[in-house]
């Protein structure tokens, strides 16, 4: 079955320091890949996504994720966390083709900084 | 350009009752998705519509689930009687094309049922 994983539920870090959050997905094929964010009282915002090319991908307010076929990862990374960066992310992926439409979503990893 | 809007943002109803969310998408957009998210769990599919089309209800949960998106503008999704576990956020998203394009999403609809 089609899934995507977050193993993180909650992640802690220091202001300046760098992040990574995980991603892994169950799918028959590549799918398109996406990173999206929700700031408490918002919607969702996409971060970036991946559709084919470059494996590096970048999106806006400064993160990058990369695309890893050989492990089904889509992992999103920042060099140097801002306070405002605290927020819930959510990875999803969605069909190529005739299917596409639907997102599937990872069960969201919240992030908090601290001072 | 106006993002995506919902209606109401909070709505608390009593179990058997009847609760309409509204989703006004982009203007343009011709693909519009419901989401729903339980509380701890993933956000979860529920419909597709194309235009006024329903290209995937694949997610609705049962038939207290009804969506309707008439002219293929606004949609409405109603649900009756509503029953505890249905309390979560209820999110609508828009796209001007399919998966291809970036899909955008209102701030959701927190739906509590007590």
């Known amino acids: 079955a089609q899934s995507v994983t977050q193993p993180d539920i909650h992640i802690t870090v220091s202001e300046g320091a760098s992040l990574e959050l995980r991603c892994n997905y169950s799918?028959?094929?590549?799918?398109?890949l996406f990173w999206y964010v929700q700031s408490p009282g918002q919607g969702l915002q996409l971060l970036l996504k991946y559709f084919s090319g470059d494996t590096l991908v970048q999106g806006i307010k400064g993160f990058e994720a990369e695309f890893k076929r050989s492990q089904s990862s889509f992992n999103l990374r920042k060099p140097s966390v801002h306070w405002s960066d605290a927020a819930e992310y959510f990875c999803a992926v969605g069909a190529r083709g005739n299917q596409g439409g639907k997102l599937i979503f990872g069960q969201g990893t919240e992030l908090s900084v601290k001072p | 350009e106006a993002g995506v809007t919902q209606f109401p943002s909070h709505s608390v109803i009593e179990k058997g009752q009847t609760v309409t969310l509204r989703c006004d998408p982009i203007s343009g957009h011709d693909n519009l998705y419901w989401y729903r998210r339980v509380m701890g769990k993933e956000i979860k599919f529920l419909l597709h519509?194309?235009?006024?089309?329903?290209?995937?209800e694949s997610g609705m949960p049962n038939n207290r689930f009804l969506a309707e998106r008439t002219g293929g503008t606004y949609s409405t999704l109603k649900v009756q009687p509503a029953e505890l576990e249905d309390s979560g956020v209820y999110f609508c998203a828009s796209s001007r094309n399919r998966v291809t394009t970036e899909a955008f999403f209102g701030q959701g609809t927190r739906l509590t049922v007590v």
């Open positions: 799918y028959g094929a590549t799918p398109y």
């Open positions: 519509f194309v235009k006024e089309s329903k290209q995937d």
